[in-house]
């Protein structure tokens, strides 16, 4: 079973612009969550969407929005880049997020840099 | 709020010895889930060991195992034969309710050959 992949692996973008991220979960996950890791904050939560809903969103402006599809695949939005928004952004999927425990499997990450 | 804390930013082993890294966490609730995951250079974030709070018996995957205390609310991973492949940061995560989890700071594992 193929894993969590993540479009584009690497990314560059000018402060002022937006950048539109792309996750397909693992085959059968409905759950989608969104992390940003940068070395000075670490890893954060930034939301979860189960079936084309957020379920939890975590403390980011709303410069950062996401959505997720029919199909499961889910895109985050950062809109008005800012030269912090530099960081790996990392997306996970899970079964079912009605059960917690259900485990979250990472993809690689899109690394975006902000000039 | 809950949190995790990793008190060693960095950790070295000779190949083939034993390591332990450290975490602990803090939370008011009885049940949650612990985690450790590995993020070698690639920065893929691969799941090591899980641990269910409502468990007494320690996790085991190969290798790796945990020893939880959850009254002292501690999640320690031991790596037992350490290879070369183990070097990676390593990260301590814990979830509650809610899909999100909660990461340490990370420890930095090196294996010296």
């Known amino acids: ?115 | 709020a809950q949190t995790v804390t990793q008190s060693q930013p960095e950790m070295s082993v000779q190949e083939a010895e034993t390591v332990t890294l450290s975490c602990t966490y803090d939370t008011s609730e009885s049940d949650y889930y612990l985690f450790w995951y590995k993020q070698p250079p690639s920065r893929q974030m691969i799941l090591v060991i899980r641990q269910e709070a409502y468990k007494q018996q320690n996790a085991t995957e190969n290798r790796f195992s945990v020893n939880f205390q959850k009254a002292a609310k501690s999640f320690s991973l031991k790596i037992s034969d350490s290879q070369l492949g183990d070097a990676a940061m390593y990260f301590c995560a814990m979830i509650q309710g809610a899909q999100k989890l909660v990461f340490g700071q990370g420890t930095r594992l090196t294996i010296n050959p």
């Open chain 1, 1 to 115: 079973k193929a894993g969590v992949t993540q479009t584009p692996r690497y990314l560059i973008k000018t402060r002022g612009q937006q950048v539109t991220l792309s996750c397909s979960p693992i085959s059968g996950h409905r759950s989608v969550s969104w992390y940003q890791q940068t070395p000075g904050q670490g890893l954060q939560f930034l939301f979860e969407y189960f079936s084309e809903t957020q379920r939890n969103k975590g403390n980011f402006p709303g410069r950062f929005s996401g959505r997720q599809f029919s199909n499961s695949r889910s895109e985050m939005n950062v809109s008005t880049l800012e030269l912090g928004d530099s960081a790996l952004y990392l997306c996970a999927s899970s079964l079912a997020p009605a059960l917690y425990q259900e485990t979250q499997y990472f993809g690689p990450g899109t690394r975006l840099l902000v000039l």
